[in-house]
């Protein structure tokens, strides 16, 4: 009865009442007592290690027991079984209630190890009691094992192949995730989380006509089409820019419905809209979901910039200018930044404004190049001069480049040849290929 009351008290947070009880057990109720310290030793304490010493230490005490016991009766070694069985569930169940401490190489280690002692799973209650606790983790990597293992057992297990390929794709493993999702949906066709799964699958895998013919096949059960923003895009990189814009308004007008308390998801959700209105070359209709965003997620140097970006494409430049110094403030005015905004100025041709702004670039100290592409200055200054016709400047700043940052004026010059050494290329985009020239 004191055992339980312990218990109990642990798991209501009541520590020094329950340790209190504790002192009160005798030594008939050693092993208990050993669970009951570990338990406080992680909830109370917050000592992981010791915790989960402890922890391994009354699993060896619970194993020995029953080897003690007879194990010529059935009987026996089923309840002994049973009783391992339930001791993993215990341990793992007081990791996931007890406290918030980071606890996941200890948890993991017992689901490892309940795994690779009763596979295949499937056979026992406790197994499904493991599958739940690796989803509700979200261990990916577990989820994998333990789900595998229970499918190879029971192949219609309900959710359990869409579980599967949610973990796969989340690994980036889409064509055993597409595989899972095979089963998935030839169990129940119409499995709303299955059909938008593999539709992303297709769209991260650049299918886009069928990743817009799966996204079509879940739209039904999607209220607020949240996913129309991914048919836009899939639509626009088929070139249907009209369809594109359909499903980009329809995005917009759901996600203007989405319930507010998903303020910050509904945010970058509307800031994806927008960028694609700018792509799609729509920036009065990007400019004004900004309005939008800007409510939603106030002071984030992402939102300054997007918004710059659509006020530089739609040529007014002085509120470009205004709100990319308070981009420059959000972003504390690094060197990326610099390079990042004059490359922006640069690709809207504004190369009058990109010049000054790269050049502050290259005011920082050289150490900041290789962490903050600094040097990617030069070969943008080198652009910009030549689209200035200052010709001089541009073929010195392009030295430069080949000097100081090669693998980026490798990607503006595609046609250098793999094979050809660094300190080549300046003379093969200016004179040529050098291994033709004469002496």
């Not at 490892?112 to 690796?134: C, F, K, N």
């Not at 001089?392 to 040849?417: G, M, Q, W």
Request: one cysteine or more; hydrophobic letters at 40%; aromatic letters at 12%.
């Amino acid at each position: 009865m004191k055992c339980s009351q312990c218990g109990l008290l642990v798991y209501l947070h009541r520590f020094n009442e329950a340790r209190s009880v504790l002192a009160e057990l005798d030594d008939d109720y050693q092993l208990e007592k050993v669970y009951i310290i570990a338990q406080l030793t992680y909830a109370q304490d917050r000592d992981v290690e010791k915790a989960d010493q402890l922890f391994h230490d009354w699993f060896k005490m619970l194993e020995t027991d029953w080897d003690r016991q007879d194990e010529g009766e059935e009987d026996d070694a089923e309840d002994a079984d049973n009783a391992i069985r339930d001791a993993y569930i215990h341990v793992m169940m007081s990791y996931v209630d007890l406290s918030d401490v980071e606890h996941d190489k200890q948890l993991k280690g017992w689901i490892e190890s309940y795994v690779e002692r009763y596979q295949p799973l499937g056979r026992h209650d406790s197994d499904w009691l493991v599958a739940d606790i690796v989803r509700e983790c979200e261990f990916v990597d577990l989820i994998i094992t333990v789900f595998t293992s229970l499918l190879d057992s029971d192949p219609y297990m309900k959710d359990g192949w869409t579980v599967l390929a949610a973990a796969q794709h989340y690994n980036g493993e889409l064509d055993d995730a597409l595989n899972s999702l095979e089963f998935a949906l030839a169990i129940d066709p119409n499995d709303v989380d299955a059909l938008s799964l593999k539709a992303h699958c297709y769209y991260e895998k650049n299918l886009f006509a069928d990743a817009i013919h799966w996204f079509l096949e879940a739209r039904p059960y999607d209220t607020y089409h949240l996913d129309d923003r991914y048919i836009s895009y899939s639509y626009m990189m088929l070139e249907d820019v009209d369809n594109a814009l359909i499903y980009l308004k329809s995005a917009e007008e759901g996600l203007d419905n989405f319930p507010e308390a998903a303020t910050e998801a509904k945010g970058w959700a509307l800031l994806e809209v927008a960028e694609q209105y700018l792509n799609c070359q729509h920036p009065k209709e990007a400019l004004a979901v900004m309005k939008k965003v800007q409510k939603l997620l106030p002071k984030q140097k992402e939102v300054l910039m997007l918004k710059g970006t659509i006020l530089l494409a739609m040529n007014q430049i002085e509120k470009a200018l205004n709100t990319f110094s308070k981009y420059l403030e959000l972003a504390l005015c690094t060197p990326a930044a610099l390079v990042h905004l004059g490359g922006l100025f640069l690709s809207y041709d504004h190369c009058d404004y990109a010049v000054p702004i790269l050049e502050a670039a290259l005011n920082y100290p050289e150490e900041y190049a290789e962490y903050n592409n600094r040097n990617e200055a030069y070969l943008y200054l080198a652009l910009a001069y030549y689209k200035l016709n200052y010709v001089d400047e541009s073929t010195e700043y392009l030295r430069l480049a080949c000097e100081k940052c090669p693998e980026h004026v490798k990607k503006v010059f595609p046609n250098i040849p793999d094979t050809m050494p660094k300190e080549d290329y300046f003379d093969f985009i200016v004179k040529g290929d050098p291994s033709e020239s004469t002496e």
